[in-house]
């Protein structure tokens, strides 16, 4: 009896730091973004008015100055990652119960991850279309790669919950989420191909 009261209470400590761990996946690269946006815009209204509002100095110049760092990019994923290390080191077997909504849970998540997938891959190649050739100077490569990390750490969250708590992979759906990854992370890619033919070919 206490024994199985004590295997109750790990399991309920470990679905908290799970939940608590993709939950700050879900929001930190928002927060981080919006820090960086943020300290950029301030920046671009103080240049504005070093220069006599010369948009065309200040914009590039602040973008160039102020961007995410390898922190900014990293540490949503840190918690997660140190509960798989552990998970590992201590081989938790915790399993969560999905049964009774599988089927409402698969469908839910992968409608989400068609949405955040999409957004991930046309962004990029938005950004580098809807410009006119000769301001294709202000497309920043790194910003052509933000949208995509987002979408990225969205995506991997069913995928770091499955290894988590449903290592037995009853939530079949999940297995196929890497392909999603691979094709969001190659649209910065593309679209830095498209932005160097259209800068090229001036069209």
Known sequence: MVAEMNYQIKQRLYITLVALSLLW???????????????????????MKDHINVFEICYP???DEIRPTL?????PFIPVI??????????FDFQIDVEENKTKIQKITMALVYIVSFLGFIIPIYIVL????DRLYAVLFYNLFLMPWLAISWISIPIFFQKLLDKELRLTEFIGLPKFIYMVAAAPFLAILMLIIRTQLKI
């Open 71 to 75: 922190w900014h990019y990293l540490s």
């Open 25 to 47: 996946l879900l929001s930190m690269g928002v927060v981080n973004l919006s820090q960086v946006n943020e300290s950029r815009s301030l920046a671009l209204t103080d240049c």
């Open 82 to 91: 140190i509960l798989l290390w552990i998970s590992w080191v201590f081989k």
């Open 130 to 133: 809807e410009q006119e050739v």
């Open 61 to 63: 110049k602040t973008n």
